[in-house]
C-alpha cells in the first residue's frame, strides 16, 4: 500500500513534443503528491507539486494532472526541450505522516533535438 | 544562498570497512533527511531529523547504519562494516518546516562503491 508505481520506465520525445510520464498510488491517505527533476550527478530538485483538492496544476510547460478516483496522477511536459533531459520520480506522501516521500522507480526522459 | 552540501561526492571500500558521509543542510533548515538512492530507483528515505532527534528512523538497518546530528546543524551517516548491497548513492535533503511539511531540498549525494 506504500508503493507508488511509475511508467514508463523510459521515454524518447522529439524535440516539441509532449512528454508524458504517469504515476499510480494505492494509499488514499496519500494528499502530496510531488513530481522531481533529476540530472545526472545531482540530487532531485521539485519541480511540480499537486495536492488532491484540485485536478490540474499549471507552471509553464509543466502541467500534473491527477485523478483522485483512479488513484493516478501525471506530468505532462509540453513544448519539450533537449534540456528537459533528465530522470524524473513522482512521489506522494502523507501529511500525518510528516514528509516520509515515497518515490515512484523513475523515467529517464531523453528529448531528440 | 548555498545549497546542501554532501561529502565526499564518491566513496570506494572495500566490503567490511566502515565508511561516514556529511552533509550540512541549507541555513535555517531544521529538518535533516538521509536518503538512500539504488541505481535506477528512487530515493528511499532511512532517517529523518528534526533539529538534533530522530523522528523517523524504522527505515534505517540499525545493525549496521548509524546516524547523528549533534548541535541539530550539519549531519552524519555511517556504515559499519559496509556490504556489497551497500553501493548506492546517499543523498541528503532538508527542508525549512517542521513536522516533515515544506519543500525537501536535495544535496548532490554521495556515491558509495563497496568492492
Known amino acids: 500500500q506504500q508503493q507508488v508505481k511509475q511508467s514508463p520506465q523510459s521515454l524518447i520525445v522529439q524535440k516539441g513534443g509532449i512528454s508524458i510520464i504517469n504515476c499510480a498510488y494505492e494509499?488514499?491517505?496519500?494528499?502530496?503528491f510531488p513530481w522531481y527533476q533529476q540530472f545526472p550527478g545531482k540530487g532531485p530538485a521539485l519541480l511540480i507539486a499537486?495536492?488532491?483538492?484540485?485536478s490540474e496544476k499549471k507552471e509553464g510547460r509543466f502541467t500534473i494532472s491527477f485523478n483522485k478516483s483512479a488513484k493516478q496522477f501525471s506530468l505532462h511536459i509540453m513544448d519539450s526541450q533537449p534540456g528537459d533531459s533528465a530522470t524524473y520520480f513522482c512521489?506522494?506522501?502523507?501529511?500525518?505522516?510528516?514528509?516520509?516521500?515515497?518515490f515512484g522507480q523513475g523515467t529517464t526522459l531523453q528529448v531528440k533535438p | 544562498e548555498a545549497g546542501v552540501v554532501q561529502s565526499p561526492r564518491y566513496k570506494i571500500i572495500e566490503k567490511k570497512q566502515p565508511v561516514a558521509f556529511w552533509c550540512n543542510p541549507i541555513?535555517?533548515?531544521?529538518?535533516l533527511y538521509w536518503y538512500r538512492q539504488n541505481l535506477g530507483q528512487g530515493p528511499e528515505l532511512l532517517i529523518r531529523?528534526?533539529?538534533?532527534?530522530?523522528?523517523?528512523d524504522s527505515q534505517l538497518p540499525k545493525d549496521r547504519f548509524s546516524a547523528e546530528r549533534l548541535k541539530g546543524v550539519d549531519s552524519t551517516l555511517k556504515i559499519q562494516p559496509a556490504e556489497l548491497g551497500d553501493s548506492a548513492v546517499y543523498l541528503c535533503?532538508?527542508?525549512?518546516?517542521?513536522?516533515?511539511?515544506?519543500?525537501?531540498?536535495f544535496g548532490p549525494g554521495t556515491r558509495l562503491t563497496v568492492l
Open positions: 535533503a532538508s527542508s525549512l518546516l517542521a513536522g516533515g511539511r515544506g519543500e525537501q531540498f
Open positions: 494509499n488514499t491517505a496519500f494528499d502530496y
Open positions: 499537486i495536492r488532491p483538492d484540485v
Open positions: 512521489a506522494a506522501s502523507r501529511s500525518s505522516n510528516t514528509g516520509k516521500l515515497i
Open positions: 541555513s535555517g533548515h531544521n529538518t
Open positions: 531529523y528534526e533539529n538534533e532527534e530522530a523522528v523517523d
